[in-house]
């Protein structure tokens, strides 16, 4: 039985940590403000590769910035 999930982040406590906009994250890790923002909104799953970059330029650690949750999961 395939179970479904969904990737979920703390982008936008993470950038206001850092007091960054969208545009300041997105010009780093070269994408758009729009990826940016739909993946805060969790309408976009980011590569493997754009995900990892985005923690190591938020200085976190994969896990801290991207969870995998599970529908009917609890934590």
């Known amino acids: 039985m395939k179970q479904s999930g969904t990737l979920q982040n ?3 406590v993470l950038r206001a940590e ?6 300041d994250l997105a010009n780093q890790a070269g994408v758009s403000r729009q990826t940016i ?20 330029i938020l200085g976190k650690e994969f896990h801290e ?11």
């Open 10 to 12: 703390n982008l936008v």
């Open 18 to 23: 850092k007091r960054w906009s969208q545009t």
């Open 37 to 56: 923002a739909s993946i805060e909104a969790n309408r976009y799953n980011p590569s493997l590769i754009l995900a990892f970059e985005i923690a190591r």
């Open 65 to 75: 910035v991207f969870q995998y949750k599970i529908e009917g999961e609890t934590e």
